[in-house]
């Protein structure tokens, strides 16, 4: 919007204006006293028109420094968009990265865990250890 306003600041501008009223007078006034002696009209109507033009002339080039600032503004606003969707991809791709090393280091757990078990279970069977690491449920 603030770019639209800058560069129609460059351009000529240009208003027409109309109006219409219609008018009556008393007869206790004194235009309308006037009115009755003399056999005039009390009714009066008056129509208006008015066709404005202008251009503001650049001379010392604010209007077209005011147009370079709201591009550049706009610019920056362009890339304050891109600089966030950049930061949300950014911020994704790294948490996808976390969660997909916490569940490698979930299955290489349970891994150990189901290697352990097997493991424990050799040993209250005769295998290696001393039996107090596997108590049986009762």
């Given at each position: 919007a603030g770019l639209n306003a800058a560069t129609a600041a460059l351009l000529p501008s240009g208003g027409v204006q109309v109006s219409a009223a219609q008018n009556r007078s008393?007869?206790?006034t004194p235009i309308g006293l006037i009115a009755r002696k003399s056999?005039?009209?009390r009714d009066f109507a008056a129509y208006e028109g008015d066709l404005t033009a202008g251009w503001e002339i650049d001379v010392f080039g604010g209007l077209r420094r005011g147009q370079e600032a709201a591009a550049?503004?706009?610019q920056a606003s362009q890339a304050g968009t891109l600089a966030a969707r950049l930061a949300v991809t950014a911020q994704v791709a790294d948490t996808y990265v976390v969660?997909?090393?916490l569940q490698e280091r979930l299955g290489i757990a349970?891994?150990?865990?189901g290697h352990s078990s097997a493991?424990?279970?050799a040993s209250g069977r005769g295998g290696i250890g001393s039996g107090a690491e596997h108590h049986p449920d009762p």
């Open positions: 008393s007869l206790d056999g005039g009209a550049a503004q706009y969660m997909r090393g349970r891994g150990r865990q493991a424990s279970g």
